[in-house]
């Protein structure tokens, strides 16, 4: 089993930061994705960014770029996504993916319950 667990969403005034962390435990051999998507209220979910954990290639929605940024901590199977002059239009429930090979050598999607982001004045 593969557990995800985001924490760091809040509420934060336009042009205000948040820290949003996913951090990876269980049965894990290696993560090869995470990915941060979120979900508004009468929208689709969709995908904001993308870090490979092997090449250390991100990508950016278009909106997040020169924004958002990732930063890992491989000891803790952690990814971090620094948001930064957030938005009105940044507010949904941000949900951590994980592209996660166990030890069993599966390979897998998992994803985290979500955290809200709010962004309001």
């Known amino acids: 089993q593969v557990q995800l667990v985001e924490s760091g969403g809040g509420l934060v005034q336009p042009g205000g930061s948040l820290r949003l962390s996913c951090a990876a435990s269980?049965?894990?051999?290696?993560?090869?994705?995470i990915n941060w998507y979120r979900q508004g209220v009468g929208v689709q979910r969709e995908l904001v960014a993308n870090?490979?954990?092997?090449?250390?290639?991100?990508n950016y929605e278009d909106s997040a770029k020169g924004r958002f940024t990732f930063s890992r901590d491989n000891a803790k199977n952690t990814v971090y996504l620094q948001m930064n002059s957030l938005k009105f239009e940044d507010t949904a429930v941000y949900y951590c993916?994980?592209?996660?090979?166990?030890?069993?050598?599966?390979?897998?999607?998992?994803w985290g319950q979500g955290t809200q982001v709010t962004v309001s004045s």
């Open positions: 269980g049965s894990i051999l290696s993560i090869n994705d």
């Open positions: 993916n994980a592209i996660v090979k166990n030890e069993l050598g599966y390979t897998g999607s998992y």
């Open positions: 870090i490979s954990l092997r090449s250390g290639i991100t």
